[in-house]
């Protein structure tokens, strides 16, 4: 198979003749939503309830300078009615959360809109009797629990902005970004249950808020029952609270450009930024990506694996379906625990229609075998997802034909966490799938392919560049919280007039896009976004290191491994014993995603006579492909890549 004719692979004439939109449907709206962006979300943006609704769409510019995004400006909603609320009449008795605990022994449950609406309302009642007001920022740090999707339902009925940290991130990290959005309240657990392992959630709580101002209080979940220390007037129990609550709660009337949630993400320099999400464009949006691009039916089962603390949880287990009264399945677990045919047998015990995951997910479990998925029956399975990473086309086939028995389509979905929605997916019904290619762009989509010189516009259909977006679309974030100005020199300063995602990607003869990776030093791990330059700093932090440089390495399974660098201090002996310190010290600095793979003792690193460290040879060496270092001669000591290259970890 060559590059120029991939492998495709057509909907079913069945599956067409159900779907939401097939070809020309496709190709009506899309250029409608692009001839007339106004008119398409005016049309569009009814597809929620607003209490008050809104006269005008669009209000968006995207020069460096000036750069504004409004939707819907004069319009007011509340994003919990609408997940809620409005489908009590038609759907009260409906499933709206399946839960699978951690261990298939522990029983799932089956919450009702009804029962979703009592909950969401007494969590409420709880955060206001907590002093949570309009505007404050609520952290949540909790495990995959039913508890998780109350609380941030709970801050959009009052008109609070919550802000998840995942249960992953280390107390530091917690800490930071309790500080960061100056956060009135944390909500937390006793423990997370993980793949038959216990995180202690309140203990990391309680280290991180030593760290933040003492008014801060804390709710805790009960989860496991699990021993924790407690605070009397810090610390409140959310069940015993609840037994209290009133189960009455009226929605805020909110402004659609009020935030709805801040969430932390990495980015090529710095520390993390908050990206801001606010209510009306981001739920509509939510909302229609999730039934057009998963082909979302009324009954359906629909289930997407991700940690409610990613983007991913937010648009895709909570605010999308729920707008649509989909039932969404919430999954404590991991994906080989008890073993690697779990997500099958959670696909076969609850029946699920649309399935979404991540890459790397796919990438493990193919290794285990195909056994683990024989044996289950997934005859309702209709569509499966991808996410998070370029999907390798090995990975992508054996998807469809083990998983999918080559009858359910694929849409390999590239969006990200400012993106607040999908961006480029094929339409299951309207599109014939290629293996590896996120192929086309979602209604209201404007991508281009830009020469990353000279940042002009590639017209021809075939290009390859940077991949930038030229129009606003209602999902996008609006700005970084409390820091505009590193909102609008992260996205629109590097190619003036366009929004640049970071990443790289090809456009072949049919139009279709292919996501080639970041262009910039974010790195890809397990789908988790990491900056470079955060490892870089936690590694520094540490007294026995002087200075680190820190790359991405080809990962059969992470996708990417993070490559390290490490100069030590004057004196200071490298050992495996240092190794494995350094290693523990990310993991508490940042949090076990950030776990180097491999650290390399650096006597020296290859920098420019300015000083600038040549992250391009790194990344080379770390690659093990440095016959093709390129030009070299502005070094200032060339004899350190030669060290570098003889120790270097990652030999074939
Ligand atoms: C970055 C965004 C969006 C939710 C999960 C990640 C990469 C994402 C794809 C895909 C190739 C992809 C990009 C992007 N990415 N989806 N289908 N194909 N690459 O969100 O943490 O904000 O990361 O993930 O590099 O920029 P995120």
Known sequence: MTDSAPATYAPSAEFIANAHADAATYEKMYAASIEDPAGFWAEHGKRIDWIKPFTQVKNTSFEFGNVNIRWFEDGTLNVAANCIDRHLATRGDQTAIIWEPDSPEEEAKHITYKQLHTSVCRMANILEELGVRKG?????????IPEAAYAMLACARIGAIHSIVFAGFSPDALAARING????????????????????LKSNADAA?????????????????????????????????ALEASDVCAPAEMNAEDPLFILYTSGSTGQPKGVVHTSGGYLVYAAMTHQYTFDYHDGDIYWCTADVGWVTGH??????????????????????????????????KHKVNQFYTAPTAIRALMGQGTEFVEKYDLSSLKLLGTVGEPINPEAWNWYNDVVGKGRCPIVDTWWQTETGGHMLTPLPGAHATKPGSAQKPFFGVHPVVLDAQTGEEIHATEAEGVLCLKDSWPGQMRTVWGDHERFEKTYFSDYKGYYFAGDGCRRDADGDYWITGRVDDVINVSGHRMGTAEVES???????????????????????????????MNGVEPSEELRKELRTWVRTEIGP????????????????????????????????????????????????????????????
């Open 538 to 568: 936690a590694l520094v932090a540490h007294p026995k290191v002087a200075e680190a440089a820190v790359v991405g390495y080809p990962h059969d399974v992470k996708g990417q491994g993070i490559y390290c660098y490490v100069t030590l």
């Open 315 to 348: 648009s895709y287990i909570v605010y999308g379906p729920l707008a649509n009264g989909a039932t969404t399945l919430m999954f404590e677990g991991v994906p080989t625990y008890p073993d690697a045919g779990r997500f099958w047998a959670v696909c076969e």
């Open 593 to 652: 995603i950030a776990s180097p793979d491999l650290i390399q003792w650096a006597p020296g690193l290859p920098k420019t006579r300015s000083g600038k460290i040549m992250r391009r040879i790194l990344r080379k060496i770390a690659e093990d492909d440095f016959g093709s270092l390129g030009d070299t001669s502005t070094l200032a000591e060339p004899a350190v890549v030669d060290d570098l290259i003889a120790n270097r970890m990652n030999k074939a």
């Open 209 to 241: 808020l030593l760290h933040c101002k003492d008014t801060v209080k804390c709710l805790v979940v009960k989860r496991t029952g699990g021993q924790t220390t407690w605070i009397d007037g810090r610390d409140f129990d959310y069940n015993e609270m």
């Open 181 to 200: 959005c100056d956060a009135k309240l944390i909500i937390t657990a006793d423990e997370a249950p993980r793949g038959g392992r216990k995180t202690p």
């Open 136 to 144: 404050d920022r609520v952290v949540i740090y909790l495990p995959m």
